[in-house]
């Protein structure tokens, strides 16, 4: 069921892709902004559904891993399918109204150092310290803790610390939990130096703003879009099913009719027998640490 979080996050990445970013560019040849202020509203709302959607489905993917291999027994209960569709549903809701406010205060407004609209760290002091609070650091402290909890849980079975326990980690679940381990220290690595400046300004704004270099606002700006084509990157170079998959997508752009043939042939197959889920992938021979 972890898994449907991981295409939650794949889907919050690839919305900067569909409309946000096309702008930007288009903002980038004409050297400012010439679609009007509607687009500008609309690319810094998705462009915030983008951001907050992602940190949001990285913190649901952390308390789902750590319920999995911290809490095994109570993991099929907690994330059975209506409950998963639940907190997945939940995490977009809170996504939503963490960006509403916005239009309120009037923080989406182009900035032309970026070719962007997004959102504004002067307009309101105490309105930025919260965005920064709730949408970054109380997000990364709550997968902090999670992973923390999995790392101790990890070295004492590899260790045999506690001689009383009977967990079980597979490899399949260690090579899960790092790929989703360095996807979270990216995101924190990329966008960090954007929200610290964001609320170094906000506390002062009349003394730090003039002191933050131009170029390391940039920098730090565009190092938080990066983040968003990073997460592809990191699942196809950790994972194996992700990487096979990659091969097989450039393999059909290459040769097309290769997608047919695979269409078929799964059919064909699926009609002849049906596989056991005991060689499913995630059911390989567990390995004691």
């Known amino acids: 069921m972890g898994n449907i979080f991981v295409v939650s996050l794949s889907v919050a990445d690839l919305v900067v892709a569909v409309y946000p970013y096309p702008l930007i560019l288009s903002a980038i040849f004409h050297n400012g902004w010439t679609m009007g202020n509607v687009h500008c509203q609309i690319s810094g709302f998705l462009m915030g559904l983008s951001v907050i959607g992602s940190i949001f489905n990285i913190t649901a993917i952390a308390i789902n891993r750590y319920c999995y291999i911290c809490h095994s ?7 059975n399918l209506k409950n998963t569709c639940c907190y997945l549903c939940l ?54 803790f999670c992973y923390l909890r999995i790392w101790v849980l990890v070295i004492q079975v590899k260790h045999r610390v506690r001689q009383d326990c009977k967990q079980k980690l597979r490899a399949a679940d260690i090579r899960n939990f790092l790929t989703m381990f360095v996807v979270f220290v990216l995101f924190a690595v ?69 997608l047919f043939i695979d269409v078929s042939k799964g059919g064909t197959e699926g009609m002849k027998s049906k596989p056991s889920p005991a060689v499913t992938n995630n059911n390989q021979a567990e390995i004691h640490l």
């Open 91 to 144: 995490t977009w809701i809170l996504t939503v109204v963490a960006i509403v406010p916005n239009f309120f205060v009037g923080s989406l407004q182009y900035d032309p150092r970026i070719y962007s609209c997004t959102f504004s760290q002067t307009v309101s002091t105490s309105y930025t310290i919260t965005v920064v609070v709730v949408h970054f650091v109380v997000p990364l402290s709550i997968v902090t």
């Open 73 to 79: 027994l109570q993991y099929d209960k907690l994330f």
């Open 190 to 258: 990329c966008w960090g130096p954007l929200n610290f400046i964001g609320l170094a300004v906000s506390i002062n704004p009349s003394k730090v703003q003039p002191h933050i270099p131009e170029w390391l606002f940039v920098l730090s700006y565009f190092m938080a879009y990066f983040n968003s084509c990073l997460n592809a990157v990191i699942y196809g170079l950790l994972n194996q099913n992700f990487r096979k998959e990659y091969k097989r997508i450039l393999l059909t752009l290459r040769t097309p009719r290769l």
